[in-house]
């Protein structure tokens, strides 16, 4: 081709280039539009919802102020859409678990997690002893308390202090900045956590818990108090949506293979004894925390996070759920299908 010729096929390109990636960005515009207004929607439509009450077994969690209630969206292209309370920090609780799943995976393979947890759901509460002795004496899978403290035994350490440190960068990576423990949350726990103990000691007992109980339960406890806004909560889930890769830092936090398998236990069991109802309502692996939190994942698309502490009768927030399931709805982010 001779010089000239050549230049205009390269402006040609060029400008072909520059239409696509303007159609890309205005899509995206429009996407984050319909988001930011589904969202506010569903703000305004669930935050007089009075239903459900604070977790109080854990006595600092009965004094958080109820009405709070914050959502936010992160994209995969690394938009982020608040609404509400989304400032105000609350401990991550069992949305931890998640995340400490991950951390084994990447450390030692998927399959310390199905051949040492389990993957199966319980149908029984986040706290059930009768589900391990029901079982074969593994701790069911890594979302109820037994293979949640069951995995923070599998993370490879040869002391609390590097089990923890490891487990505390793991989520930072995740959130994109360094997240810290809320204190308050963590001392009222820590006195009070004498099932969590029990659980450790049962599963020590039957040879499926990896190092000592109560140094398990204590970095467990500590993982549960982690303080998260919405938005780092929703970019932490924001990862899993994208792949792994952190949308805001561009890090990758965990290998690709292992996300899917990740988000497949989090529809199975991420709600506990009250998965079935989610699945089928929402639609989108998600997983929740008895601070309130939860932490639901489109994948390829974003990840949605509701934050309020009233709970139903499972432990998972009434106001996140109805929010989440609104805009899940509405856009036809089922899993499962679309449904029109
Ligand atoms: N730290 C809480 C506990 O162990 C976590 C429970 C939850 O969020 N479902 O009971």
């Excluded at 230049?7 to 960005?25: E, F, K, P």
């Excluded at 780092?232 to 292992?258: F, I, S, W, Y």
């Excluded at 506990?272 to 699945?279: E, F, K, N, Q, T």
């Excluded at 502490?309 to 109805?322: E, I, Y």
């Amino acid at each position: 081709m001779n010089p000239l010729k050549q230049h205009r096929a390269w402006s040609r390109l060029a400008l072909i280039c520059l239409v696509v990636a303007g159609i890309a960005a205005t899509a995206t515009a429009q996407d984050a539009a319909t988001l930011a207004k589904l969202a506010k929607e569903a703000h305004a439509k669930f935050k007089d919802d009075a239903s459900g009450k604070n977790a109080d077994y854990i006595p600092a969690l009965a004094k958080v102020p109820s009405q709070l209630f914050g959502l936010t969206i992160v994209t995969v292209d690394g938009t982020v859409i608040n609404v509400g309370d989304v400032n105000t920090g609350f401990s991550i609780q069992s949305c931890s678990k998640v995340f400490t799943m991950a951390l084994v995976m990447q450390e030692s393979g998927a399959s310390a997690i199905l051949d040492k947890v389990n993957v199966e759901p319980t149908g029984e509460a986040f706290n059930s002893i009768r589900a391990i002795e029901e079982g074969d004496g593994r701790a069911d899978n890594p979302f109820v308390n037994p293979g949640a403290i069951a995995a923070v035994s599998l993370v490879q350490a040869k002391s609390a202090q590097e089990r923890w440190e490891k487990i505390l960068a793991c989520y930072s990576r995740f959130a994109g900045e360094k997240l810290t423990v809320l204190d308050d949350i963590y001392t009222s726990e820590a006195a009070t956590n004498f099932r969590n103990r029990g659980i450790a000691h049962v599963l020590f007992n039957s040879g499926h818990l990896y190092a000592e109980p109560l140094e398990c339960t204590d970095v467990y406890t500590k993982q549960c108090s982690v303080g998260v806004t919405c938005k780092q909560l929703a970019v932490m889930g924001g990862t899993l949506a994208n792949g792994g890769v952190n949308p805001v830092t561009q890090e990758r936090c965990v290998d690709a293979k292992h996300v899917p398998k990740i988000l497949a236990v989090m529809t199975m069991a991420g709600f506990y004894d009250g998965s079935g109802a989610w699945a089928w309502s929402a639609g989108l692996p998600a997983k929740t925390g008895v601070g309130g939190g939860i932490v639901a994942v489109v994948p390829g698309k974003m990840a949605i996070v509701g934050f309020s502490p009233p709970l139903d009768s499972f432990g998972n927030s009434v106001r996140a759920q109805k929010a989440i399931q609104y805009i899940s709805e509405n856009l036809g982010l089922s899993i499962f299908g679309p449904g029109k």
